[in-house]
């Protein structure tokens, strides 16, 4: 379980998970209706996304940001099912060479009646690329850091936010959220459906690393 409420003294905390496993993550096929980088969660994947929504309780999280990435959004479904919470889809949390927007539009409104589109970014998923075909380290740092700052201007009253996004772009995520410079980048191994919470404290909202990769919710 993830103990969020150990302390009380944060203005801000961040939820960070890495989706569920997925079909490409043990060498499955993407079904035909979804786009062939848009793979699912596998069965175990869905377990995990079930998992996960008990390691939080009523009224602990504040809201709900993903990827539009389908294996993202299943992950934190059931836990928006359970708390009653809309998803907010942030295309910023893509993974690292995304090609397309996302879920299909006509999947999301068929599959994740509980999703909506983030405010700050009106452009809807629909297989449009959204993202440089060869994004420079530079580029995937400033939407990381626009994601943490989008986060810290709307959230400063002791809100807790999950976040549902992707293995290879969470070092850049992380090192956004610790303020840490992108020269000195780090690697910082995620697991499927682990999650890392980062809190903010005190006037000048300085950043701390409470935990990394916690997988205690799938025991």
């Known amino acids: 379980m993830l103990d969020l409420k150990e302390r009380s003294d944060y203005n801000l905390q961040l939820v960070f998970v890495r989706h569920g496993e997925s079909l490409s993550n043990i060498g499955l096929p993407t079904p035909k209706e979804f786009y062939e980088e848009d793979t699912p969660l596998s069965d175990y994947g869905r377990q995990q996304a079930d998992m996960l929504s008990y390691a939080f309780e009523s009224g602990e999280i504040a809201h709900i940001y993903s990827s539009p990435m389908t294996r993202a959004i299943q992950t934190v479904y059931p836990t928006a099912q359970k708390l009653g919470l809309q998803i907010e889809l942030m295309p910023d949390l893509l993974e690292v060479g995304s090609l397309t927007a996302g879920c299909k539009k006509e999947l999301i409104e068929k599959l994740f009646p509980l999703v909506t589109l983030c405010e700050i970014e009106p452009t809807p998923s629909g297989g449009k690329l959204c993202l440089p075909p060869e994004e420079s380290e530079k580029e ?32 850049h995520l992380l090192c956004a959220a610790l303020g840490v410079k992108e020269d000195n980048l780090f690697r910082c191994q995620i697991d499927n459906c682990g999650c890392t919470v980062v809190t903010y404290r005190g006037e000048n909202r300085q950043a701390f690393l409470r935990t990394a990769n916690n997988t205690n919710h799938l025991k």
């Open 140 to 171: 995937k740092t400033d939407r990381a850091k626009r994601c943490i700052k989008y986060f810290k201007n709307l959230y400063s009253n002791g809100e807790t936010i999950l976040v549902a996004t992707h293995g290879t772009f969470f070092s």
